[in-house]
């Protein structure tokens, strides 16, 4: 899959609002935290199978913890990493019908329920490690906002074509034909096809 230029733009810009001193401070925080985010993935996923989220919402949302930067940015791979999963997986759960007040709700409920096992810290190096979660969640929901921002417009754009495609259309036919294109369109399908 070929990303857009304007996606490219986006999650670089979110990932550049991370200094120097921040980035140090995440990969310091992820090598501690990777080997105990399975820990908290686990016992996320149980939670929120209990709160009612089903097994797709579930995955989603487990790809956009902080568990989830802490593994990539422990592995070597830049933040913008992170940013583009967020971004799909924020894509997904608003195609999923989940609002973003639930997708925070869900992010809370991983702040709960995280593990201590980082280890004994100084007052400071806690201080600039909450400080730095604090900065990646923030540019992790300017990322959700986006992608919700999206899969909206394009919701909106494909029953804005429909509506005018039944003004527009002469016949049944023609109807039922543009309804086809935009749908398939919409959908980013290869082919449609209609029975009837």
């Known amino acids: 899959m070929v990303k857009s230029r304007a996606t490219n733009t986006r999650l670089a810009a979110a990932a550049e609002v991370l200094s120097t001193q921040l980035r ?4 310091r925080w992820a090598e501690l935290f990777a080997p105990v985010a399975g ?23 487990a790809a956009i913890t902080p568990g989830a930067a ?12 992170f940013f583009e999963q967020v971004e799909y997986n924020g894509r997904r759960l608003a195609k999923l019908n989940l609002s973003p007040g639930e997708i925070i709700r869900a ?7 995280q593990p201590v096992g980082l280890g004994p810290l100084s ?6 490690f909450r400080w730095a979660r604090d900065q990646l969640h923030f540019c992790a929901i300017l990322t ?7 899969v909206r417009e394009a919701e909106t754009k494909a029953f ?6 039944e003004v527009e259309s002469r016949s049944l036919d023609e109807l039922l034909h543009r309804s ?5 369109s919409f959908s980013r399908a290869e082919a449609g096809a209609l029975f009837l």
């Open 24 to 27: 140090a401070h995440l990969k």
């Open 39 to 61: 820990q908290a993935e686990r016992r996320f996923l149980s939670r929120l199978a209990r709160l009612g989220f089903d097994a797709r919402q579930r995955k989603a949302l």
């Open 70 to 81: 802490a593994r990539l940015l422990a592995g070597g791979r830049p933040p913008a990493d």
């Open 107 to 113: 992010l809370r409920e991983y702040d709960r329920i």
């Open 123 to 128: 007052p400071v190096e806690l201080a600039n």
């Open 144 to 150: 959700l906002n986006n992608s919700f921002y999206q």
């Open 160 to 165: 804005y074509e429909l509506f005018r495609a």
């Open 180 to 184: 086809l294109e935009i749908l398939t």
